[in-house]
């Protein structure tokens, strides 16, 4: 079983930067798929970035060309570097991986969620 486990978030002002870290730790694991969404305060959540094992890494629109998703396979960290940001990306931010195919669409693992907050 995989465990993931968030960190970075808080508050930043609109144009700043930060970077949340997604670590996945388990027994004889490997991640084939690992992903991001976020949840606006009253709104439903989206899905933003996603990789998979043998693929490109997508974006949505939303964020494409200000946030960057890596894996660091040595240590099975996830990173989503997010530059440039605005009041409308303050929301709460979820990973998600698949230890087991890959494939973004049926996760076996998610994070705690981190809360990111853009305001002035």
């Known amino acids: 079983q995989v465990h993931l486990v968030q960190s970075g978030g808080g508050l930043v002002q609109p144009g700043g930067s930060l970077r949340l870290s997604c670590a996945a730790s388990g027994s004889r694991f490997s991640i084939y798929a690992m992903g991001w969404t976020r949840q606006p305060p009253g709104k439903q959540r989206e899905l933003i970035a996603t990789?998979?094992?043998?693929?490109?890494?997508n974006y949505a629109d939303s964020v494409q060309g200000r946030f960057t998703f890596s894996l660091d396979k040595t240590t099975m960290t996830g990173y989503l570097q997010m530059n440039n940001l605005k009041p409308e990306d303050t929301a709460v931010y979820y990973c998600f991986a698949n230890s087991v195919l890959p494939s973004v669409a049926t996760p076996n693992a998610w994070g705690e969620g981190t809360l990111v907050t853009v305001s002035s």
């Open positions: 990789m998979t094992d043998t693929g490109p890494t």
